[in-house]
């Protein structure tokens, strides 16, 4: 057992253990999580650490998740730190709870508190039942205070939940086409609702052809003004839809600035005004004699998040009170945004979660429930559906910022780096709302908020210099940093942030530098990283692939490694991609090793991981935004094409057990960044030649095979 | 507006509605079978997917006045938890899934499959669900589950 003084510091900030725990139903155990279900997993999770903490059977738990008016506020379900750090609260909640009902027990029965325990809800002493339990003493032990952080938690070693595989507590519902998803919720009276998206932020109505829209119509509809902010309404969601479809058509905007779609490519980044810091310690004004110089320069288009289906919101505003249904990663801070849009009190709105299509970061998800609590307010007492449209999420969702990365290091005589910089050029990687402003409907009302200034997360994290400072042992690291403020495009956060570009870039020049120093890229990577984790992972990955060195290049079929500790704080991962060139690329297998330090539920980290690489293989190999003069054209799966099922490689995913009674690392986004460095190396290995722009299309394949 | 008769899931329904409206829209909003999902509402993500008269459609694209006397198949149709599907419990018991919103439409791309061709191959499986796009990366998992459900399924029709 140990016992932790300080409280984890999602606890700190929602002490109440009564947010966190309730037995107001004899025989179950509610179990609130400010942390969200977005297709990751992290109810089953979540559960597994409740019952662990709490000596109760998984079955007997109701889960309250994401709801301003039931759960603890934390903040957003991103980052990979629901578990890393949500679940390090609600465990020590857990413990605290168990605690006080164990304590009550000794002082209030003459019971010796060392031999008190919990099985599955009774109270034991010596192991034998003594007739108490967390439900017959719930009116007696008052969870309407605060959490101490005294109680001790259970060691690892007593573990039997936590630890093991568990089947996923949502998908039986999902396979079974239960209405689970936002998408799915009906309300009594609702009303379907479409905005007519301003094309451009800023962007103001001339005329609205009405008499179009009512023709298009093939059934009631309402047309809604306020401000620049238009939506169709209407009982029959067919009808509706028919008409969004044909209404940008028949509206008329000023103020449409144009963009230069050539910003589609993320060279244009270089010439842009910038925000530029350094991290780490200045660069050598002198060559140092004896060494030389190597540098590369890495680029990424804007990317999408592309969920499967398009962001959905529900309102009703009735008496003063606003309740909003939502798939947004944070309940808390759409509230915020929402008080600031529609000058409501805190306590006169909800938000409550539902679940949508996977999430990967900031979607339309949040826009999409602000419609409608827009639309809400407008019309009280009736309840509104918005569901965006496929392209109005592909045109209007924040999409991942283009970047630049060069990746210079100065070698030694062994070739080897005695210093690095990892120079980046890079919009903003997030404009979640709750900042002030960044919401569409926000934008496009009378009186819009400011557009907030462009920021970058402290480092670390960081958001675009995210990853930039490579793990190995080189003397003397430093990131150069460039804050694009303007963007053709609104972007924000999707999974893995700056780490993407990143690690392609960084793991790239460690093969360029191997291939210069004429060594194997794993025998080279392991001469200069001694993080004994790290090694591990890389050791594994290349003992599960059969790793050889010395395969010739140039053949036409290819593989590479690479490796990133995601953050340089959550989970270590390495990855092995196998592939096979001729005009496209053919990714045929990949194998990962991670390790994630204490692992909740292992099936539930490795679908992570797996979905990580399928994700980031997708993004290699297929996924760019395209511009034209008004902004993003690819807003169909035909222009925007991602990994199909005959595209996907075999996967292995293995975790490596650090050995010790270790924190949870989180999962989500480790992947990412080293699976597109290892098909960028492994596509490297096959051509003989390096591209060093993402995706790695036919196109640019064959572009590349002309100048060889 | 028309009346409309055709079979859901066995039973026999009649829809007033306008003859172009989407088969999805009146599964989901007329019927109240909401696990057939939107995804585009362009043919081209296969959450929509149903059978129509055994075959595999995108019902986002099927306008009602088409649909006069077929005989639907939707993930409701496919099993319930007390009497699964082959296919959903080898999704159960793969763990196939993430999020979850495209495994109605690659459940009914997989059934269809399975109807006409019992013993698959793992390439056969994936060219079947091409036209379904999942974007949680769950494909591995999804794959392995379809070939588990086959061989349930094979097992069964040999006892």
Redesign the interface.
């Known amino acids: 057992m140990s016992a932790s003084l300080t409280l984890p510091a999602l606890l700190a900030s929602n002490p109440r253990l009564d947010q966190w725990v309730g037995f107001s139903t004899r025989g179950r155990v509610t179990v609130s999580t400010g942390r969200v279900e ?4 992290v109810l089953t999770a979540m559960l597994q650490i409740a019952a662990e903490e709490l000596d109760v059977a998984p079955e007997r738990i109701l889960l309250q998740t994401g709801d301003t008016d039931l759960t603890p506020n934390e903040g957003y379900t991103a980052g990979s730190q629901s578990i890393q750090f949500g679940g390090v609260a609600l465990r020590m909640a857990c413990a605290d709870v168990r605690a006080l009902f164990l304590d009550h027990a000794a002082a209030n029965f003459g019971y010796t508190r060392a031999d008190l325990a919990v099985r599955d809800g009774a109270i034991t002493l010596r192991g034998e039942p003594t007739g108490h339990d967390y439900w017959s003493l719930a009116a007696a032990v008052d969870l309407r205070r605060d959490a101490t952080g005294q109680a001790l938690t259970k060691s690892v070693r007593d573990y039997s939940v936590v630890g093991q595989s568990a ?2 507590v ?12 936002a ?2 919720v ?1 309300l009594d009276g609702m009303v379907h609702a479409r905005v007519v998206r301003q094309p451009r932020r800023g962007a103001a109505i001339a005329s609205i052809d009405e008499a179009a829209l009512r023709r298009a119509a ?2 009631p509809i309402e047309i809604m003004r306020h401000g620049n902010f238009i939506a169709i309404l209407g009982a ?3 009808v509706v ?1 028919a008409v969004a479809a044909v209404a940008p058509n028949h509206v008329v905007w000023d103020g449409v600035d144009p963009i230069n779609p050539f910003q589609e490519e993320a060279r244009w980044l270089l010439q842009q005004p910038s925000i530029d810091r350094t991290i780490g310690p200045p660069p050598p004004s002198e060559p140092t004699p004896g060494t030389t110089r190597h540098e590369a320069t890495y680029t990424r288009m804007h990317v999408a998040h ?5 962001s959905c919101g529900l309102a009703l505003y009735r008496d003063g009170r606003l309740t909003v249904w939502t798939h947004s990663q944070g309940v808390y801070p759409l509230r915020d945004a929402l008080v600031r849009t529609l000058k409501l009190d805190p306590a006169a709105i909800s938000v409550k979660h539902v ?6 970061g900031h979607n339309g998800a949040d826009d999409a429930a602000a419609d409608a609590a827009v639309i809400a307010f407008l019309t009280p007492g009736k309840p509104v559906k918005v ?1 965006w ?2 392209d109005e999420e592909f045109g209007f969702e924040p999409v991942s910022p283009a970047m630049v990365t060069t990746a210079r290091a100065t070698l030694d005589a062994s070739g080897r780096p005695v210093d690095w910089t990892t120079e980046i050029w890079s919009g903003r990687h997030s404009s979640r709302p709750g900042g002030g402003g960044n919401l569409l409907a926000a934008e496009a009302l009378p009186d819009p908020p400011p557009h907030p200034p462009a920021v970058e997360g402290g480092y670390p994290p960081g958001a675009g210099t995210r990853n930039g400072e490579p793990l190995y042992d080189f003397p003397a690291k430093r990131i150069v940093h460039h804050l694009i403020a303007e963007t053709p495009v609104r972007t924000s956060s999707l999974r893995g942030l700056g780490a993407t570009l990143n690690v392609f870039a960084i793991e790239g020049l460690i093969d360029e530098l191997a291939e210069r120093a004429g060594e194997d890229p794993l025998a080279y990577r392991l001469s200069i990283l001694s993080d004994v984790r790290a090694r591990a992972v890389v050791e594994h990955v290349a003992r599960i692939s059969g790793w050889q060195a010395g395969l010739p290049s140039g053949t036409g079929r290819g593989r590479g490694i690479a490796f990133a500790r995601y953050k340089n704080m959550a989970a270590y991962a390495a990855v092995v991609a196998e592939i096979e060139v001729e005009e496209s690329v053919r990714l045929n297998r990949v194998w990962c090793a991670a390790d994630a330090g204490l692992v909740v539920n292992p ?1 539930g980290a490795i ?2 991981l ?6 980031a293989a ?1 993004w290699a190999l297929k996924e760019g935004v395209r511009l034209d003069g008004t902004g993003i054209s690819s807003r ?3 222009n925007y094409p ?5 595209e ?1 490689p ?2 292995t995913v293995e975790l490596v057990d650090p050995g010790a009674d270790r924190p949870c690392l989180g999962v989500g986004e480790a992947s990412g960044g080293p699976t597109v460095a290892a098909i960028g190396n492994a596509v490297a290995h096959a051509l003989g030649a390096r591209l060093r722009d993402l995706p790695l299309t036919r196109e640019r394949i064959m572009a590349a095979l002309l100048r060889a | 507006m028309q009346s409309t008769s055709l079979t859901v899931n066995g039973n026999a329904v009649s829809v007033t509605a306008h003859g172009d409206t989407p088969l999805l829209d009146v599964l989901r909003n007329h019927l109240g079978l909401v696990g057939t999902k939107f995804g585009c509402g362009q043919e081209q993500c296969g959450c929509c997917m149903v059978l129509v008269d055994g075959r595999p459609e995108k019902s986002c694209g099927k306008p009602l006045s088409t649909m006069a006397g077929k005989a639907i198949v939707t993930i409701e149709g496919l099993g319930t938890p007390d009497r699964p599907h082959a296919l959903q419990q080898a999704f159960l018991d793969e763990q196939a899934g993430q999020c979850g919103y495209c495994l109605a439409g690659i459940l009914i791309s997989a059934k269809a499959l399975l109807d006409r061709n019992p013993s698959p191959s793992r390439a056969e499986i994936a060219a079947a669900l091409d036209d379904n796009i999942c974007r949680c990366g769950s494909h591995v998992r999804i794959l392995r589950a379809v070939e588990r459900a086959a061989r349930l399924m094979r097992k069964g029709a040999a006892q």
């Open positions: 977005i297709g990751q997993g089947p996923r949502d998908l039986a519902a999902k396979v079974f086409g239960e209405p689970v998803f998408h799915d009906v093939k059934g029959d969601e067919t839809e592309a969920s499967v289906a398009p679940q949508g299509p996977g999430c990967y569901r449209r496929r099936d679908n992570q797996e979905g990580g690489i399928i994700h997708s169909d799966w035909e991602v990994l199909r099922f005959s996907v075999e996967v």
